[in-house]
C-alpha cells in the first residue's frame, strides 16, 4: 500500500517516469492498480527483473506485472549477468555488474580508494538506467505515450545472444540513439484494460468509455501479449431489442474472442459470458449478441491471445448493428 500510494503521489507531481528498483514474488492488487492509474496517465513504469536466477529464478512483480518495463543485467561485455532473473516478462537488459556509484565516505569500505565511490551489481542498476533512457526519450519526443516509450525501447535494443527474443536479455541491450531514430510506434488504444477491473470502474476509480453505443460500426486494430497486456477489454451497449455483430480478425497470432454480461466481475470462465468464438490459427472470430430487453444493456468483449507458439498478437475489431 505504501508503494502504490507513492507511486500515485509520483503521478501527481508530474513524473513521466517511475524506477522501481525492487521486487516480490507474490502479486499485490493495490500495487498492480496504481501502476495502471499510472500507464492510463501515459506515466511508464521500470522495474528490474530480480537477482534470483540462482534461488530457483522466480518471476517477480511489480517487472511481471502488465504494462511495467522489466530490466535484466548486463556485465561489461554485454552479456547478461550469471543472478539476473529469466522469464517471459524480461523485456530489455541493461548494465547491472560492477556499476560505479556514489557512496557516503563512511560507507566506502568495499575498495582500497577513499574516495566515495564504489561499484555495485544487481537489476535494481539496470533499472534506473533504463528509466534514465525512457526519459530521455520522453523529453526529446514529449509527443509519445508511454507505450510508445516502451516500445521504442524494445524496437531500439540491440540484440545480444541467442538471436531474437529470449528470457535471458528480452529485446537486448538499451540503445538510446537507436531508439530515438525509430518511427513513432502505433498506439495501442484504450489501454489499460487489461482486466474488467479495470473498465468498470474498480481500479482506475472511473468506467472505460464506450467502444460502441448501438450508433454506427467501429472498428480498432489494437495489440496484445500474454504477459505484458493479457486481455483487451471493451465496453459496448446494446440498444434496447436489438443486436450487435462482432468480429475479430487477427494480423498475426490466434485471439479468442468473448463476451460477457454488465454482471462480470472477471473475464474468465463461462459464468456471465453470452458469447464465445475459439477458431485457430488467424480464422476471423464472429459472434451475435442480441439484447431482447427493453432497455439498454452493456457488455463486455474480452479479447485473449491462447497461442501457444507466439506470446503476441495483433488484430482488428468491429463493431456494428
Not at 500510494?5 to 517516469?17: E, L
Not at 530480480?50 to 530490466?71: C, I, K, L, M, Q
Not at 505515450?145 to 528480452?170: M, T, V
Request: aromatic fraction near 8%; proline fraction near 5%; hydrophobic fraction near 40%.
Amino acid at each position: 500500500a505504501d508503494i502504490a500510494r507513492g507511486i500515485d503521489k509520483a503521478i501527481a507531481a508530474g513524473a513521466r517516469v517511475i524506477n522501481m528498483s525492487l521486487g516480490t514474488e507474490e502479486p499485490c492488487f493495490a500495487w498492480n492498480a496504481a501502476i495502471q492509474r499510472a500507464f492510463a496517465k501515459d506515466v511508464l513504469s521500470v522495474a528490474s527483473a530480480g537477482n534470483e536466477f540462482d534461488e530457483g529464478n522466480p518471476t517477480e512483480y511489480p517487472a511481471a506485472f502488465p504494462h511495467v518495463v522489466s530490466v535484466a543485467a548486463t556485465d561489461s561485455q554485454g552479456r547478461v549477468s550469471e543472478f539476473s532473473n529469466a522469464n517471459a516478462a524480461v523485456d530489455v537488459s541493461a548494465p547491472g555488474v560492477d556499476v560505479p556509484v556514489d557512496v557516503p565516505l563512511r560507507f566506502d569500505t568495499e575498495d582500497d580508494d577513499y574516495d566515495g565511490v564504489t561499484t555495485a551489481s544487481g537489476t535494481s542498476f539496470s533499472s534506473p538506467i533504463t528509466a534514465g533512457a525512457a526519459a530521455w526519450i520522453a523529453t526529446a519526443r514529449p509527443e509519445l505515450k508511454a507505450g510508445q516509450i516502451a516500445d521504442l525501447l524494445k524496437k531500439g535494443a540491440k540484440d545480444i545472444a541467442p538471436k531474437g527474443y529470449d528470457r535471458d536479455s528480452g529485446w537486448g541491450l538499451i540503445n538510446i540513439p537507436a531508439s530515438l531514430a525509430l518511427a513513432a510506434p502505433v498506439i495501442d488504444p484504450l489501454e489499460p484494460n487489461d482486466s474488467i477491473a479495470l473498465v468498470d470502474g474498480t481500479a482506475l476509480g472511473a468506467k472505460a468509455g464506450l467502444l460502441w453505443n448501438g450508433g454506427s460500426s467501429v472498428s480498432l486494430f489494437a495489440k496484445i501479449d500474454q504477459v505484458k497486456d493479457p486481455l483487451d477489454v471493451y465496453r459496448i451497449r446494446i440498444p434496447a431489442r436489438s443486436a450487435a455483430k462482432i468480429s475479430l480478425t487477427p494480423k498475426f497470432g490466434s485471439v479468442d474472442l468473448a463476451v460477457y454480461s454488465s454482471s462480470a466481475k472477471s473475464a474468465s470462465g463461462s459464468r456471465y459470458r453470452v458469447a464465445y468464438s475459439k477458431k485457430s490459427g488467424t480464422a476471423v472470430e464472429r459472434v451475435t449478441v442480441r439484447n431482447s430487453a427493453a432497455t439498454a444493456k452493456s457488455f463486455y468483449l474480452v479479447v485473449s491471445d491462447n497461442d501457444t507458439k507466439l506470446l503476441n498478437a495483433e488484430y482488428t475489431l468491429r463493431v456494428g448493428r
